[in-house]
């Protein structure tokens, strides 16, 4: 029982976000939109983390999975990427370093300003 509350804890922030996304006409995923909202009502404490922890932690278990209908798709459509597969690769390796960097930087500075704070 407890896991289903969770899961529909976390299937409302899911619908709201696609509430969010058919009135908001911005090219924004709704995805985005619920990782925003989840993280402003866990940084509220609107929702506590223990009322959706054990459920998050299942979701991102099972996360390798849901790489794989992607990586099919790849493979499928190997054919039609043939022609551009040097520019995609070149294009994959620079935004990997530059989301890692980007990444890395905002934990930075998130983590400087939990300490600072909470002191």
Do not use: C
Request: proline share 6%.
């Amino acid at each position: 029982m407890k896991s289903l509350h969770q899961l529909s804890i976390i299937f409302a922030i899911t619908f709201l976000a696609e509430i969010i996304k058919y009135f908001v006409p911005l090219p924004i995923p709704s995805s985005i939109y619920g990782m925003l909202l989840l993280l402003i009502a866990l940084q509220t404490d609107w929702i506590p983390l223990a009322k959706i922890k054990d459920t998050g932690n299942f979701f991102i278990e099972i996360m390798p999975i849901m790489f794989i209908p992607a990586s099919v798709g790849l493979l499928v459509s190997f054919n039609e990427l043939e022609g551009i597969f040097i520019p995609v690769i070149i294009t994959i390796i620079i935004t990997t370093f530059i989301v890692s960097a980007v990444t890395g930087v905002v934990s930075q500075w998130i983590i400087r300003f939990e300490r600072r704070h909470s002191r």
